[in-house]
């Protein structure tokens, strides 16, 4: 599994639609100060999800549509897509959960008639959402508050570590934690359904002692009646004498 190309529209600094691709193995970006290297890795941890946009360089969601460059207009509108190789690898498994070969995961930005930006999601040409694409690429051990991507510092950062958070960063590039969050979901799940199985036993518990004070008024009722009747069969016919 490897990053085929980057598809951007309107993305910082770059305006229209443009495409980055990238081979096998080492890719290097190179090009003179200001001609968008760095943003190339924003775009890339935009779609990845960083915990804040400051990870970005920016300092809320619609700085990050291309503003005119201070020659054109500015977009409303950006999205920037991230298009990954899925074959199937040495032991058979793709990497992604998706039986196919190529999978793109797509970020989009929008400005209502307020300005507000609005976000959307889409895993190849399904609408989705922010939650699910995370939890797609935290499974292939993909995630932008991971290390997938280095920035300066995180090397020093890492090298300073104590071995017990070393480790958890190891499992994080491995895609274990994934599979953790999922045991904490099943586990708080199993823990709503025991609750919710305690309760559904206190009341059919409840449910059985109404049943039987209501057999026992039932049995009183069918006595009053009986008793009734045979009184009423009195009044009409009067004892011989």
Known sequence: MHLIRIELENFKSFGGEMVIPFDM????????NGSGKSNCGDAIQFVLGPKSTKALRAS???????NGG???KAAKQMSVTLVF???PEHDGQRRLRIQE???S????VRLNRKGDPVSSFRIGDKPSTST?????LAEAGLRGDGYNIVLQGDVTNLATMTPHRRRGVLEEVAGV????DEIRRANNQRKHVENSIETIDLLEVDKKKQLKQLGKEREQALKFRELKEERDKKKGHPLPV
């Open 60 to 66: 809320n969601v619609s700085e990050l549509i291309f």
């Open 132 to 136: 699910e694409m995370r939890r797609v």
């Open 105 to 108: 995961f797509t970020r989009s």
């Open 101 to 103: 070969d190529e999978v």
């Open 25 to 32: 193995g080492f890719t290097a970006i190179t090009g003179p």
């Open 177 to 180: 934690t994934a599979y953790d």
């Open 85 to 87: 190789a899925n074959v």
């Open 70 to 72: 201070g020659r054109g």
